[in-house]
């Protein structure tokens, strides 16, 4: 009997993901799908490699996703100027329609992805059932365009399709009482639909390691804090660039009921089954007062 | 009691409706929407009134849609030059990128104004629950790129949105076994889909009036034909231009289970309606040998 | 495309009637039907066809009867003298008898009618699955024999049957505790269903136009008051005859849940139609404080 | 512990059903309920108890009854004469009427006596859910009216009922073609509705002990016979009066499914329940070739 | 028509017990089952025949069994000497060991005598389903082994059995937080289970009559007790024996919505019937204040 | 980003797994479980994890086990002496009890460690349900008492338990016609409950490393063969001892529906983990012709 070490190893890896199996039998887990992640096909195929795995051992896997850099490319192609103000992109008629284009074609090569390993996926958009209401946003008081502040999500359409075994995924268009289409932050919508479904996890896929106590400082990286503590830092007004509003929008999420947080570097291959399935966390997670960062098999 | 005429009128013609409500209960209607219908914006509302009306009163609607022209327009905006080769548009890597994105955006479109009637839609690809498998098309031979010949319906994302209440929205995009993405003719895609569910209805919206038996003369339209006859009429040779596919192409679905197909002029407004709840159809019916042309309130 | 002008005026019949199906999809109601719409054959034709074709575009109606005058028919038929007093029909042991034959015989040939245009309808009395419970009513004090006051209605056997997709015709009969048998008149029994399942809409159909607010002048038709308004109508002492129990019933019912309630000239064609598919409403409306009475479409 | 011992005598009775209440659980049950246990008022009471009792063992019987006698008794009392052609009922119009009613109240009054031990009764007729079908029936090619013979049975009314934990009872009146209301034999559509439903029983609560082999000789009873026994007996033309159809029914229904049919005298109190519990058999049973007359339990 | 007086008899008995059959429908009855009749052959047959009589008309019986007398005499086998504390089996590991061995195969042999009347049971322990929690239970401060104090009941199991038509027999082992096997007093068992499912009743067959006023006087049987009697006796110090635990477990059920406790003497053959099916009472009867203690027909 | 390389690899394990994960998804897998895997703790231990998993990654196990040895020891220490014929086990009727009280403890034994990981599981013999059917097998003609050969399987049980998503363990257990018990060998067991359930998979847990071309020559391990090789070897004669039997079995199973037998060396931990989710088969594996050895992913 002299079987080949690694083969042993191989099944202590398995039973070593049991309890985490277990704790997450059935719970919803959105997934922000965004930045480096979407670009490196690698890394993209670990990314698609996790969800689907995490769908076929019982989770319930959402997937939320952007397309900002593929709506510039294409703007760029018919030979317009992509436009920002504030970071929000200057979204008039043209331009969304060419956004919509791309993020529902973004959204379909997901599918086709996640189909490719053999789990049926279903794309729909803030518009399929009517999911996603928004007004318009604006920025400093000034009119960017079809940029929608969620007003309301119905998440009707998403539960029906988690009921007939589908895994969707969703690109983040919106409409209007008037039913005119607008844009969405991605960011934005991943939190208000996990909100909207109780979500047990809500992950980000960043292009940064997590949330640094300074930013300069690599090694200031924060693994785990509370709500409070979050609370604390974005009124400090340390924090910078795209991390204060997603900081905001994770902690309104965990306080309307999603259970826990993770913004994790999306340029680490299989972040996401290392988050999930070992002790040994990554990138910085928001936690409830009271609870404990690492999961303990019970 | 001098109640205005009028008034009693339109209660005439609801009554009126009532045995075609009757015998189209709960039954599969699909509509191929294209042509002139899909460009006008006053058409365009008829027809998406004329669906919703159909869902409402207890019928199953699909909507099966292309896009052709528009794609065209967005194929110059990138400043690429449209290719056809037998009516078929050569279909190169780029090109296909553009057309799955307008495609579904002309999806999405459709998807909002059936929300904005009141009734949920959700608009899907035929990538979207792996429903329509297909391989390359071949031009006489010659590779035209990514053109699909439909292998495959795997329809059961349509049945669980009817069965949640959902109108479909479908557009012709598919994917062969490499899971590459593939363009699908929609008069196509909306037969084999008719095909699969065993549709009671197939309708086809165009931009003739239907059938000629002399495309010269206008008086020769044929109103009905049983399947022989349009066998008959398709061996012939006197068929031309995209007719002759379009009739192949339902003499196959009604061999296979679809019970009726109509070729319709989708210029005129409520075609639909009118088809279905008056006794003077529209255009050109097949229809089984032995029923009659013109249903009978039981 | 020179269609008949009339055909294109069905469809916007159609069209017009969309915001209104959807409006009442799904919704209970509970149509009191009697009066000279019983009599004259042409009118019950209607009637019944503007049933069915509620319940065919995807609404609960129930209809509930009466059938005084039938009852009046065969007691002289036998050789008995029908006696009021108050307006009560004095209900002795051999009356009860005719008045269940000749109720539950109009109700089955209600049912027939129903059956005849397509759609399974089910006749059943308030012994059926126990559905109406009384107890003796006396008219000032004196004992005028088997004629009841609901006490519990059960409606269970209601619920069963529309879940069945059958159309439930309801005759006024019920039981007491002793299991007796009671006439019941059919406006009490119609309101007591209606509120029992918090119907949508209760319609009557009666021999006037509707509430006037003095009955001598044709001209003063009520169209529509609130709950309060007709309280204080009916505190006012000016109603007379028949219509101050209907009202007071009618405030009882939405008091207690019932959306709408329509007092309608039955002896109008399809007035059951025009009152729900047209803007145009025909005789009394008694709505909450705060509605509007012509619905819009949304 | 002395026990009375009439107490220990009821344990051993009930203990004795066991193996009956086994075999019949779930089983369809077919009573044919007409003659004296109809008319005298304690035998009603033991009738309707025992089919009480085999509901709430887990039977499901159905009743189906007729009313005869009582339709004389009306169509004498406005003053017509019943008139009968080879023991079929002249059924004009106006007889038709009578016999509708005196049935549907017949049948509320059935209900209403199950409704009083506690188990919820329905009643319905063969309008009812379309159940009945029938055509005209001819005396020796005499057109007597409305008489009519089954030629459809649509049991699913009595399936929902059945569901919904109703009891069903069932008066045989029916309809043609043309929705025109008929009279029906109640033992045919007893056996009809048994042949449809494959019933495990089907019971005749007659006027006679059962089938003799002479007539005139009480003793030549004959208390079991094979269906082709039975065949013999009814081609040999020694059977005369209303057994002979009623023969010929039973072996009919029992060549198309019904296990069983038991022909049984109504006039012994708990008819039903000694056949069914107890072994010792009463009437004559019509077996299939190869069943032995009475079950032994298991 | 002289039919044998006896034979009517009978039919008398299965009507006199329509009014239990109804009132106990779908009840759940958890039977505490031990003492002789569980040792006697004959009286066995009795318990089980009684038990599957009740699941056939319609009740929910579950019964829970001890086994003491066969551990002891396992026990003995092997060559041990059964210890007892305060009437608590001292029970050391292989005493527990043997323990669930004997009560496993008592419970298959219960699961063996309900097969063979036609009715499937299924046999579990505690364990199954981790239904009984528990926690080690002291004999006055001494350690005593492995015998339980329940903390907790997931009665899921058995409902799923209930649900899918088994009859559910249950041996009294449990388990503690580390998962280490514990003996539980039946008794227990019983009312922890009743009260977990609400039962309707909780039967105890013990080898007394009933209790007693004064245990020595065989004339001061107590038929029946409200609950505020049974606190009072119970704190009056003068019970003894085994009925002191047994009565405070009784009351503490119906403090928690077990609506009747039967004691009943186990050596009448049929007590289970008796006690339910007829209006003389057996053993002891614990009731809230306000009931009757003999159930009338409504 | 310098993450621990041996994270990575756990990552890597895990999408390993995929494939197989999605091709057993919702598919009965049989463990027959027995030999050393059986006695030492640590083995025991893995397997249970294995199947946990197995169950939890969405499979649907269920086990089958054995326990001669712990049957011999305890028939021992009550004095009398284990024996057997041609490898048969003299079971007369004390014997029987013995090892009926021994397997059920053993089941439940395994249920605890089962329930101890988070799985519900519920143990249950072949009795439960009816499930397990035999007659008395003779060895060599010679009576050896309770040895039973399964005569029928009705797997109901299993069927809801696995519905109600308990983890189903399975003790061999049985019953004749008379209802006596018999002891089922468990091989036998698991061959047919696989059976009859259609089983994707039934593995066998031994104490060698699979089957030997020459049990002399342990390099000769046949890593897999067809149905007919394995026929083939049957009817050489050159197989001795228990695998014989084994194999026939195996070969009978796979006949009747069984799609693949595995025979694997219980004494490596996490052998049915590593037989299941790695490329590197253990043992030997009977497959139909034409299957492949080890599966790809698709």
Partial sequence: ?????????????????????????????????????????????????????????????????GGGKEISKWVGKVGMEPQFINGLRVTDEPTMEIAEMVLNRVNKSLVQLVNELGVKAVGISGKDGMMLQCKKRYADGEDIGYVGDITGVDPQIIYDLLEKDFLPIICPVGFDEEFKTYNINADDAACAIATAMKAEKLAFLTDVEGVYRDFEDKESLISEMTIDEALNFVSSGTLGGGMLPKLQNCIDAMKQGVSRVHIMDGRIPHCLLLEIFTNKGIGTAIINSGDERYYHAE
Same sequence: chains 1, 2, 3, 4, 5, 6.
């Fill in 1 to 65: 009997m002299d079987l080949d070490q690694s083969i042993m190893q191989k099944a202590e890896v398995l039973i070593e993901a049991l309890p985490y199996i277990q704790r997450f039998n059935r719970k919803i887990i959105v997934v922000k799908y965004g930045g480096s992640a979407m670009v490196d096909e690698e890394l993209k195929k670990h990314v698609i490699q996790d969800v689907v795995l995490l769908k076929l051992v019982g989770f319930k896997p959402i997937i939320v996703h």
